[in-house]
């Protein structure tokens, strides 16, 4: 898709949104924010829980492997920030919607 065919289609959108959509528009991007709060929280959590365990083995970790175990870390904790595990991003979100109420 060519950048004038996007810019073209989106000169046509109507520019004025009902006030209904702009509303479930900003509820659902404060739900995601909250979600992604809870799996950055998350991803620092399970990092420090890591680093309290002592490395034993017959091979130390390269840095390869380190890398890769922060990365699937990062992963776990948007799983369960999805999964609403922890309940944190609902809290953050009643939070942050009365405040703005």
Request: charged share 25%; hydrophobic share 45%.
């Amino acid at each position: 898709m060519h950048i004038e065919s996007v810019a073209a289609t989106a000169s046509r959108q109507p520019s004025a949104v009902p006030a209904g959509n702009a509303v479930r528009d900003d509820d659902r991007r404060l739900r995601e924010a909250c979600a992604d709060m809870e799996a950055i929280f998350l991803s620092q959590l399970l990092t420090q829980m890591r680093r309290t365990v002592p490395e034993d083995g017959l091979f130390p970790k390269s840095r390869a492997e380190q890398t890769f175990q922060e990365m699937l870390d990062v992963e776990y904790a948007k799983a369960a920030s999805r999964m609403e595990a922890l309940g944190l991003a609902e809290v953050i979100y009643r939070q942050l919607s009365s405040a703005g109420a």
